[in-house]
């Protein structure tokens, strides 16, 4: 038997590992989305992103979830990748978290796939940083006012909020290009 290698050991291993499989499930459909994928709406009750005024993507948002709960486009769930990883990124890093209201859409296709992919990279890099140590520090986020969770919940949550969202992302894709 073989000793596992630095990266593969210990319990940030083992998330790197999960995060690393949530990820190249979804760069599958990443790879295929099409500009005309990310605003495309599937049901008469959705949520996308609308131009304002001043030109910028604003995403449609209610503080208190609807009922019916709108389905979202490619468009929105990437937004809402961008939020909260962003978020999650900076309370990582012991930085201002942005308000969801700064954390700006730069547009289909290309743009907000390379803005994902820079995500990920920043992600990695922090990763890169821990410990197996740190992760049992508190976390304050995404659980603000629960102090039981540590950084290793909080690496979970991102691998579990990912693939949420990347199977989202695909199915709308998928749905898309058989209608």
């Known amino acids: 038997m073989t ?3 630095p990266s593969a050991a210990g319990r940030v291993g083992l998330l790197r590992r999960q995060f690393d499989l949530t990820w190249s499930l979804f760069e599958y459909h990443l790879e295929r ?3 005309e994928d990310f605003l495309w709406e ?3 009750l959705c949520w996308t992103l609308r131009r304002s005024p001043e030109g910028s993507w604003v995403p449609d948002w209610a503080d208190t979830e609807p009922d019916p709960v709108p389905v979202p486009t490619v468009a929105w769930v990437s937004w809402h990748i961008g939020w909260w990883w962003s978020v999650t990124l900076d309370h990582a890093r012991g930085e201002r978290p942005r308000e969801r209201t700064e954390i700006l859409w730069p ?3 290309e743009p907000t796939l390379t803005w994902l992919r820079f ?4 992600w990695l890099a922090h990763l890169d940083t821990l410990t197996d140590a740190d992760l049992d520090t508190p976390a304050p986020f995404p ?3 629960d102090p039981s969770h540590t950084k290793a919940h909080m ?3 991102v691998n579990a909020e990912l693939m949420k ?13 058989a209608s």
């Open 143 to 145: 659980w603000p006012d």
């Open 155 to 157: 690496l979970a949550w």
């Open 107 to 109: 547009g289909a296709g």
């Open 119 to 122: 995500l990920r990279t920043e």
């Open 33 to 35: 989305l099409v500009p």
């Open 3 to 5: 000793a596992p290698t």
């Open 42 to 44: 599937p049901a008469p």
């Open 165 to 177: 969202n990347a199977t989202e992302i695909g199915q709308l894709r998928l749905i898309r290009a």
